[in-house]
């Protein structure tokens, strides 16, 4: 409950719903899930979005449709399903028109980059330059984005051949640590740690690998961190130990 209501005190909404999932993935991992706590999971979120789109200016005005939940339903959904997608398609539609360029990994260079604390934070996001193409008479002081999946962008940067190779990649790296994750302790530590790997892994597809791999170093280091501190107050501290028994140093390949 603090993690909510600091997460909402930031003025975030997403970040509500994507706590609620991170939860239910590590309570799934921690004892098997019964059919009455999902279905109060996904009641949960979705009493939470309905009450974050009151916030929402996609929303403003619905209660004067002829039929504002089915308006509302419509909205929700087509938000849901497609929301980044459609810029996805219109992305790929202007390189295949010549409006847009092929990046050539400029892209996930400047996603690189802006994961760094400190870094890379003056130049224009590609979620900007394709909300200016996709409407250029838009005021100045109208400063939204069009935000894309990884799909997207990959394929700008490295079209059709890129995202077919990126993407047996990553199919390849879910596949190993799967195993890891089915495999592992369900210690105090180590659950919530795959509850987060599980989630941030899933973002993958949505966010890119830069984005989930300064997530992950985090969450890493914020484990390690806290497994250290369990030895010293636990009056057993031995640094190597610590880090090479730990799922973590297994995996990095630490363990003697």
Known sequence: MLMLFFIAGSGQRWQILAALMFLAITM?????????????????????????????????????????????????????????????????????????????????????????????????????????????????????????????????????????????????????VQTWVFAGSKGILDVPLRGFVIFYLGELALDGPATTLAALVVVIALYLALCIGTQVLGGSYRWGGVLAGSPAGKALGMAR
Not at 65 to 71: C, F, G, K, W
Not at 144 to 153: D, R, V
């Open 28 to 176: 799934c991992l921690a004892a098997r899930p019964r059919p009455a706590w999902v279905a109060g999971t996904v009641l949960a979120m979705l009493l939470i979005y309905l009450g974050m789109s009151t916030l929402n200016s996609n929303y403003a005005g619905i209660e004067n449709a002829d039929d504002p939940l089915e308006s509302f339903a419509a909205t929700a959904a087509s938000r849901i399903v497609l929301a980044n997608g459609l810029h996805d398609v219109e992305a790929m539609n202007f390189v295949e028109d010549g409006s847009l360029g092929r990046g050539f990994g400029a892209i996930h260079l400047q996603k690189v980059l802006s994961s760094i604390p400190g870094v890379g934070k003056n130049d224009l996001p590609f979620a900007a330059r394709l909300s200016v193409l996709l409407n250029p008479y838009r005021p100045e002081t109208d400063t939204s984005y069009a935000s894309e999946t990884y799909l997207g962008w990959l394929y700008v940067d490295f079209g059709l051949p890129g995202v077919l190779v990126v993407f047996c990649l990553v199919g390849v790296l879910l596949a190993r």
